[in-house]
């Protein structure tokens, strides 16, 4: 029955032509009311469909809890701390210890980004992404509005709204996020959001757990996810920076996951400053996420906030020049890169790619797969041995 909305379509030619014949033999009322029947069944599943994502997945509302609710404590305001120094790292000035990855831009959007070497477990990145013409409030709300985001974001698969606490100004939510040739990511997340002084916002988000998101074997539970960022004027101009750290363990081997992040974040940036546009020419944004996130907002305790006019000049006002690889790489890392390029190139595709181009990225994930299993095995032989 699920799958009946899919096969209706097929049936319109060959309905509407046994119901003009078999009206001709006076038989026409009854195909009418039959075919009528299925349009309307045909209409209510697909509805029934879309405001589904996941079908089978039972409807979530979020209801308002006091302060003393389960999701209370599970985002403090130790954890706005820990944002803000984090966001006060100048990786420019600490060479050792951050790499640098990208540094784009155009005539609407600039975009910087690092990757912290300290970092054992999956990528950590500081980015600076800086938008022309743009207030600190659209872009606030850009980011934080699901329902648009729906739209110009082709990797969302779904995203429910599990339960919120007015007191704290914690949402929780569950999104599915979908990754070619692997299977879906689940995310279950917690976040809040303030307003500081300068008209500046921070938003922290990290992985939780929730009765109304069990684990499902058809998704891949991402148990490791913490993000924030600031939004701030830049100051002097029309644009505003968003300052960005974020890790998250998917799943994904961590080598082709910064490989990926690489060469596959700067399509992604102007793509979601072309949505930025488009959706700055309807603002203000009257969506459910939207005016929920109004009032849950909070103001950051003035002893928390540092202030961040003077010390991010430097990575807003300018766009340094990217680091040339070293000379010495081996001839086999510059193969494998180039490999796993193409890999990257295929999954981060907006486009729909060919079978050529599935096979390729399916092999590739094998094949890395296989090596990484083998270098594990061959690395407890060699410790096995000197024991």
């Given at each position: 029955?699920?799958?009946?909305?899919?096969?209706?379509?097929?049936?319109?030619?060959?309905?509407?032509?046994?119901?003009?014949?078999?009206?001709?033999?006076?038989?026409?009322?009854?195909?009418?009311?039959?075919?009528?029947?299925?349009?309307?069944?045909?209409?209510?599943?697909?509805?029934?469909?879309?405001?589904?994502?996941?079908?089978?997945?039972?409807?979530?509302?979020?209801?308002?809890?006091?302060?003393?609710?389960?999701?209370?404590?599970?985002?403090?305001?130790?954890?706005?701390?820990?944002?803000?120094?984090?966001?006060?790292?100048?990786?420019?000035?600490?060479?050792?210890?951050?790499?640098?990855?990208?540094?784009?831009?155009?005539?609407?959007?600039?975009?910087?980004?690092?990757?912290?070497?300290?970092?054992?477990?999956?990528?950590?990145?500081?980015?600076?992404?800086?938008?022309?013409?743009?207030?600190?409030?659209?872009?606030?709300?850009?980011?934080?509005?699901?329902?648009?985001?729906?739209?110009?974001?082709?990797?969302?698969?779904?995203?429910?709204?599990?339960?919120?606490?007015?007191?704290?100004?914690?949402?929780?939510?569950?999104?599915?996020?979908?990754?070619?040739?692997?299977?879906?990511?689940?995310?279950?997340?917690?976040?809040?959001?303030?307003?500081?002084?300068?008209?500046?916002?921070?938003?922290?988000?990290?992985?939780?757990?929730?009765?109304?998101?069990?684990?499902?074997?058809?998704?891949?539970?991402?148990?490791?996810?913490?993000?924030?960022?600031?939004?701030?004027?830049?100051?002097?101009?029309?644009?505003?920076?968003?300052?960005?750290?974020?890790?998250?363990?998917?799943?994904?081997?961590?080598?082709?996951?910064?490989?990926?992040?690489?060469?596959?974040?700067?399509?992604?940036?102007?793509?979601?400053?072309?949505?930025?546009?488009?959706?700055?020419?309807?603002?203000?944004?009257?969506?459910?996420?939207?005016?929920?996130?109004r009032r849950l907002i909070k103001k950051a305790p003035p002893?928390?906030?540092?202030?961040?006019?003077?010390?991010?000049?430097?990575?807003?006002?300018?766009?340094?020049?990217?680091?040339?690889?070293?000379?010495?790489?081996?001839?086999?890392?510059?193969?494998?890169?180039?490999?796993?390029?193409?890999?990257?190139?295929?999954?981060?595709?907006?486009?729909?790619?060919?079978?050529?181009?599935?096979?390729?990225?399916?092999?590739?994930?094998?094949?890395?797969?296989?090596?990484?299993?083998?270098?594990?095995?061959?690395?407890?032989?060699?410790?096995?041995?000197?024991?």
């Amino acid at each position: 029955m699920e799958k009946l909305h899919l096969l209706i379509p097929r049936w319109h030619g060959e309905v509407a032509h046994e119901f003009w014949r078999a009206s001709s033999h006076g038989g026409g009322w009854a195909t009418a009311a039959a075919l009528l029947f299925l349009a309307l069944l045909h209409f209510l599943l697909r509805r029934r469909w879309r405001r589904s994502s996941v079908v089978g997945a039972p409807a979530v509302k979020a209801t308002d809890h006091t302060s003393t609710s389960s999701i209370a404590n599970i985002i403090t305001e130790d954890d706005l701390r820990e944002l803000i120094i984090s966001l006060q790292v100048h990786p420019a000035k600490q060479g050792e210890d951050w790499e640098h990855v990208i540094s784009k831009g155009n005539d609407n959007i600039s975009y910087e980004a690092w990757r912290d070497k300290k970092t054992v477990g999956p990528p950590r990145y500081l980015s600076v992404t800086t938008f022309e013409r743009c207030s600190p409030e659209i872009l606030r709300d850009f980011y934080m509005d699901s329902e648009f985001r729906k739209e110009w974001d082709n990797t969302l698969f779904s995203q429910d709204q599990l339960e919120v606490d007015v007191g704290s100004g914690t949402e929780v939510g569950r999104t599915i996020k979908k990754f070619p040739f692997l299977t879906p990511r689940e995310y279950v997340l917690a976040w809040r959001v303030w307003e500081g002084q300068d008209n500046n916002f921070y938003c922290y988000i990290k992985e939780c757990e929730h009765t109304l998101a069990p684990h499902q074997k058809k998704y891949v539970r991402v148990n490791h996810f913490r993000s924030g960022w600031c939004i701030r004027k830049v100051p002097g101009t029309d644009a505003c920076e968003i300052r960005l750290v974020h890790e998250e363990a998917n799943g994904m081997n961590v080598e082709m996951a910064k490989l990926a992040f690489a060469k596959g974040i700067w399509s992604y940036v102007c793509k979601m400053d072309r949505a930025l546009r488009r959706y700055s020419s309807f603002y203000p944004s009257n969506s459910c996420s939207i005016l929920t996130m109004r009032r849950l907002i909070k103001k950051a305790p003035p002893s928390l906030e540092i202030s961040t006019r003077d010390k991010h000049l430097e990575t807003s006002n300018g766009i340094s020049v990217i680091t040339k690889p070293k000379r010495g790489e081996k001839a086999g890392k510059l193969i494998a890169k180039g490999i796993l390029l193409v890999g990257t190139i295929v999954c981060l595709s907006q486009a729909g790619s060919s079978v050529g181009a599935q096979v390729a990225m399916a092999c590739i994930l094998k094949k890395l797969t296989n090596n990484n299993n083998n270098n594990v095995r061959s690395s407890k032989g060699k410790n096995n041995k000197t024991v």
